[in-house]
């Protein structure tokens, strides 16, 4: 039997159909729905309950090699609270998402005998889009 599974290779993340380039490495936190409890003095078997409360669209978080556009683009949108539609689209055609999302955190960093590199956060507000 063989797997079906698929590189990431070929990722790319981009603002309104402009790539961010060279990208090392993106995770999705993923979406998480807040649980409300509901328990009551009659609730079943002395078991607390618990109700779907709010859907967090989660964050993206991308490490990549820092270039000046790159840096142009991240500080510009997080200094001016942009919101903006990112898509990630997976390597291996397994998929995508896309979301209103906003700059909340970049960080570069650099060695005197290593790259130039950063880290990006961006938070989906909203309902993400998952295809």
């Known amino acids: 039997m063989s797997t079906a599974a698929k590189k990431g290779y070929g990722t ?4 309104g159909g402009t790539s961010v380039g060279e990208i090392r490495s993106l995770t999705y936190t993923g979406m998480k729905a807040d649980s409300i409890e509901v328990t009551t003095f009659a609730s079943a078997d002395n078991c607390k309950e618990f109700i779907a409360g709010m859907v967090d669209g989660g964050e993206i978080k991308a490490e990549v ?3 000046a556009a790159t840096t142009t683009l991240i500080t510009t949108d997080m200094l001016a609270g942009t919101v903006a539609t990112w898509t990630v689209t997976w390597g291996g055609s397994v998929g995508s998402v896309a979301a209103s999302m906003f700059v909340t955190g970049f960080e570069p960093s650099a060695t005197p005998t290593g790259e130039s590199k950063a880290s990006i956060t961006l938070k989906i507000t909203g309902k993400p889009t998952c295809a």
């Not at 790319?12 to 603002?15: I, P, Q, S, V, W």
């Open 12 to 15: 790319t993340l981009a603002k």
């Open 65 to 67: 090699n820092l270039l």
